[in-house]
């Protein structure tokens, strides 16, 4: 058996009893977690649990439900009072309608708007519906546009644009009607309303002829072709012109308003041979020879016209 080096128990016994002792911070986690007495608590994570999430004392939770149950209370009062003011605000004579002011009627009689839109002088202006009151106006035929306006405290400004009449037409057993510039049946005419314009005739439109639009074939060329002339061209304006006749053979054909023959324009290119019908026209004015035409056919030959006279 090997003894033991003196040098080395030396340094052994003089590391025992030089090493330094532990904290008292080291003792106490030890005692803690040993079950020694002495331990140190463990620390508290506050109001955090281990998973992150806030825990709530009855304390904070019984504060939160006195906040959200004044809060509820303050909305009430607040709601009730808006009530309350509006109330007063309606019943008061301060916001009553004292005037109206129409703009734009012609045809319309501005009775008749009042009475669809159900406006009387003193009725509450607060709470009145606008959109209603358009919506109202705005059934009744000759109305192409409308708005109306509040002005605080007593006033509503009513400005309406209405139809544009083109020309009438003559629906077999239900009279005359107008038709607007987009060739819609709008209206049948009524006691002392304008009749100077051209008449369309030959169409048999559906039996609920209001709203019906002329807008295919012979029809829609005549529309087109009244469109023209109602531009204001010297020679051929629409006050020139007493009828268009639409035929489903023969196209369109026009009579001037002081000339009784037939014009046939025939189907198609209504621009081109409007034109060429005002240079026609023009030529027969200026040589006196417009008196002596019994038809005019822009139907005879493409690029031709036939000009046939009473001598012929």
Known sequence: MKSQSPIIGTKRQHYRRHRPSHSSTFRSFRAAFTGKRGAVP??????????????????QLLHLSKSAILAGLLAVLLAVLCLRGWQMLESSGAFRLRQITVQGCR???????LALADLRQGMPLFGFNLPEAERRIRQHPWIDRISITRSWPDTLLIQVQERRPLALINLEGRGLHYVDQDGVIFAPIGPGQDLDFPVITGISPPEEAQGFRLHEGAAADAVQFLRLAAQGNPILPMQALSEVHVSREQGIIAYLAERPFPIHIGYGNIRT?????VKLLEHLYRKEKIEHIREIRMDYQPGRILVASLES
């Open 107 to 113: 045809t319309v009689r501005e009775e008749q708007l």
């Open 42 to 59: 463990p620390v508290s994570n506050g109001p955090y649990r281990k998973d992150g999430t806030v825990s709530s004392t009855p304390e």
């Open 273 to 277: 041979r409007y034109y060429q019908l």
